[in-house]
C-alpha cells in the first residue's frame, strides 16, 4: 500500500499568519492517464471529514481562497494564507491513485 | 443538497454482527461508486470498502475481507454495510462517502463499538 506521511503532526498557529501542511508519499501519484489524485480534507472537531482540494490543486465549491494545494510526483503541500479561527481542526492529506486509497495520518492545526 | 445519513451503529459483542445503512439523497445516486471510510475513536481515515455503480464490483481493505459485505438498492438510494465476526478493532466511526477517490461528500457517520 502507499504510504502517505505528513508533516508537522501538529501545528499551533497564530490568528492571521500563514500555515503549511507536508504530505508525502510512498510511490508517485501520478495515474496512467496523467492525472494525480491527491486530495486534502478537514475535519473540524466533532465533525465528519470535509473535502477541501482534489488533484492535488482543484478548490472545492465554497472553500475559501485563503486554502490552496500545490504539489506533484510525491511532494504536497496544503496552505491557509491567513489562519481563522474556523480552520482549526486535523487536515488529512489522501491518494486516489493507487488501490487501496490511503489517508496521511493527520495534522492537528490549533491556535496558539 | 446532496445529503448522506448514516444509521445502524451501536454496541455489539466480539463476534457478532451489525448491519449499517447509509441513506442518500439530492443526486443521482445510482450514478456513483460509494464508500464506507472509518474512524477508530482518536484516530485518523481508513477506507473500508467501495461499490461501483450497479453494485457488480466491490473491493475492500484486507483486514474485513471476508466479514464485511458491501451493498446498495439503488431503487431505495441506499448504501450498506453487512459486518460480521466484530472484533474490538472494528471500533469505530464509520462514514459513508461518495465518489472514490474523491469522496466529494461525507455523512456524518454512525458509532460502531464492539465490546463485552
Known amino acids: 500500500d502507499v504510504v502517505m506521511t505528513q508533516s508537522p503532526l501538529s501545528l499551533p498557529v497564530t490568528l492571521g499568519q500563514p500555515a503549511s501542511i507536508s504530505c508525502r508519499s510512498s510511490?508517485?501519484?501520478?495515474?496512467?492517464?496523467?492525472?494525480?489524485?491527491l486530495n486534502w480534507f478537514q475535519q473540524r472537531p466533532g465533525q465528519s471529514p470535509r473535502r477541501l482540494v482534489y488533484?492535488?490543486?482543484k478548490r472545492d465549491s465554497g472553500v475559501p481562497d485563503r486554502f490552496s494545494g500545490s504539489g506533484s510526483g510525491t511532494d504536497f503541500t496544503l496552505k491557509i494564507s491567513r489562519v481563522e479561527a474556523e480552520d482549526v481542526g486535523i487536515y488529512y492529506c489522501?491518494?486516489?491513485?493507487?488501490?487501496?486509497?490511503?489517508f496521511g495520518p493527520g495534522t492537528k492545526v490549533d491556535i496558539k | 443538497e446532496v445529503q448522506l445519513v448514516e444509521s445502524g451503529g451501536g454496541l455489539v459483542q466480539p463476534g457478532g454482527s451489525l448491519r449499517l445503512s447509509c441513506a442518500a439523497s439530492?443526486?443521482?445516486?445510482?450514478?456513483?461508486?460509494m464508500s464506507w471510510v472509518r474512524q477508530a475513536p482518536g484516530k485518523g481515515l481508513e477506507w473500508v470498502a467501495n461499490?461501483?455503480?450497479?453494485?457488480?464490483?466491490?473491493y475492500y481493505v484486507d483486514s474485513v475481507m471476508g466479514r464485511f459485505t458491501i451493498s446498495r438498492d439503488n431503487a431505495k438510494n441506499s448504501l450498506y454495510l453487512q459486518m460480521n465476526s466484530l472484533r474490538a478493532e472494528d471500533t469505530a466511526v464509520y462514514y459513508c462517502a461518495r465518489d472514490p477517490p474523491y469522496f466529494d461528500y461525507w455523512g456524518h457517520g454512525t458509532l460502531v463499538t464492539v465490546s463485552s
Open positions: 439530492g443526486f443521482t445516486f445510482s450514478s456513483y461508486w
Open positions: 489522501m491518494q486516489g491513485t493507487h488501490w487501496p486509497v490511503t
Open positions: 461499490i461501483n455503480q450497479d453494485g457488480s464490483e466491490k
Open positions: 488533484k492535488v490543486s
Open positions: 510511490q508517485s501519484l501520478v495515474y496512467s492517464d496523467g492525472k494525480t489524485y
